[in-house]
């Protein structure tokens, strides 16, 4: 396995004691240290996105009002919860570079699994709008990189919350299954009502435990991977549906990622030669996250 990741994501900070905070990633690889499997893996320092191809994802007067406002020192807000300091685009496109090299390098035969170990998250952020911590979809970016070489890719993401922002880019893109669970009624209240083939949404209960889980995500992606058929697939991995984790309600344990882990790497060995890009997304507990994602890499790994 190949795992990208890069120091200035360490630089982006929002708010003191806001959730999502460097230590996350800190906490990560900390953790991945300790126990051996980082030296399992080939460590890449990822170059960060060329700007020209946010445009991927991003539409243009998006992209100029967010660097517009990037400010010299201090704080600004970009939406109630999503504040930018002077470093915040920058490593936002560390994670974009990142999860865009992960996608050309499976897919030129370099390694079958990456993950990328990045902030901001990314999953929130629509063509037009940043929100809920996130400024570039960097997941998005990806998709559409292997689009340029492939005709079908799908994008699984069980961030405990909805991701919007993909669901919002690829509406009306049949080439980009997207699938999401999340806890329903909850953030970021938008696109979770959206019908469309290629966009799979599996709502849970507050509360929703393993078993409930497990059977949804069986009942709902996989008869979609089946008709889609993806040739990559790309993994919003947010660890905050663990039952630790301060933001949200559902219960899931490290066994649950381990256990989608391996789904998905059952799946993508069917449909597409094993290859697998994942990149990280929310999972604010610090050590149920350095736990969860150890459980997702030792699958990948
Ligand atoms: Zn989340």
Same mark, same amino acid.
């Given at each position: 396995?190949?795992?990208?990741?890069?120091?200035?994501?360490?630089?982006?900070?929002?708010?003191?004691?806001?959730?999502?905070?460097?230590?996350?990633?800190?906490?990560?690889?900390?953790?991945?240290?300790?126990?051996?499997?980082?030296?399992?893996?080939?460590?890449?320092?990822?170059?960060?996105?060329?700007?020209?191809?946010?445009?991927?994802?991003?539409?243009?007067?998006?992209?100029?009002?967010?660097?517009?406002?990037?400010?010299?020192?201090?704080?600004?807000?970009?939406?109630?919860?999503?504040?930018?300091?002077?470093?915040?685009?920058?490593?936002?496109?560390?994670?974009?570079?990142?999860?865009?090299?992960?996608?050309?390098?499976?897919?030129?035969?370099?390694?079958?699994?990456?993950?990328?170990?990045?902030?901001?998250?990314?999953?929130?952020?629509?063509?037009?709008?940043?929100?809920?911590?996130?400024?570039?979809?960097?997941? $998005?970016?990806?998709?559409?990189?292997? *689009?340029?070489? %492939?005709? /079908?890719? !799908?994008?699984?993401?069980?961030? &405990?919350?909805? #991701?919007?922002?993909?669901?919002?880019?690829?509406?009306?893109?049949?080439?980009?299954?997207?699938?999401?669970?999340?806890?329903?009624?909850?953030?970021?209240?938008?696109?979770?009502?959206?019908?469309?083939?290629?966009?799979?949404?599996?709502?849970?209960?507050?509360?929703?435990?393993?078993?409930?889980?497990? $059977?949804?995500?069986?009942?709902?992606? *996989?008869?979609? %991977?089946? /008709?889609? !058929?993806?040739?990559?697939?790309? &993994?919003?991995? #947010?660890?905050?549906?663990?039952?630790?984790?301060?933001?949200?309600?559902?219960?899931?344990?490290?066994?649950?990622?381990?256990?989608?882990?391996?789904?998905?790497?059952?799946?993508?060995?069917?449909?597409?030669?094993?290859?697998?890009?994942?990149?990280?997304?929310?999972?604010?507990?610090?050590?149920?996250? $350095?736990?969860?994602?150890?459980?997702? *890499?030792?699958? %990948?790994?």
């Amino acid at each position: 396995m190949h795992y990208y990741t890069h120091s200035d994501c360490l630089l982006h900070e929002m708010q003191p004691g806001h959730p999502e905070r460097p230590d996350r990633l800190r906490s990560i690889s900390q953790h991945l240290e300790r126990s051996g499997l980082l030296s399992d893996v080939t460590v890449v320092q990822a170059a960060p996105l060329d700007p020209y191809l946010l445009h991927l994802a991003h539409q243009d007067d998006y992209l100029q009002r967010l660097a517009e406002l990037s400010p010299n020192e201090g704080w600004v807000a970009v939406d109630p919860n999503t504040t930018m300091n002077p470093h915040s685009l920058r490593a936002a496109r560390c994670a974009a570079g990142a999860v865009h090299q992960a996608v050309r390098d499976v897919l030129s035969g370099v390694d079958r699994h990456a993950f990328c170990a990045v902030r901001p998250p990314g999953h929130h952020a629509e063509a037009n709008a940043a929100m809920g911590f996130c400024f570039y979809n960097s997941i $998005a970016v990806g998709a559409c990189t292997a *689009l340029s070489d %492939l005709q /079908r890719v !799908a994008i699984l993401d069980f961030d &405990v919350h909805h #991701g919007n922002g993909t669901v919002d880019i690829f509406k009306q893109r049949p080439d980009v299954l997207v699938c999401s669970s999340f806890q329903h009624p909850y953030y970021p209240y938008r696109h979770a009502d959206t019908v469309a083939a290629n966009i799979i949404n599996t709502p849970l209960p507050a509360g929703t435990g393993s078993t409930a889980f497990r $059977a949804a995500i069986e009942r709902d992606w *996989l008869p979609a %991977l089946e /008709r889609h !058929a993806p040739q990559l697939i790309l &993994v919003s991995a #947010g660890f905050d549906a663990h039952t630790e984790d301060p933001l949200a309600r559902l219960e899931l344990g490290d066994d649950d990622f381990r256990w989608i882990t391996e789904l998905i790497v059952s799946c993508a060995n069917t449909f597409c030669d094993g290859r697998i890009v994942s990149a990280l997304e929310g999972g604010y507990d610090l050590k149920a996250l $350095a736990r969860s994602v150890h459980a997702h *890499l030792e699958v %990948l790994a």
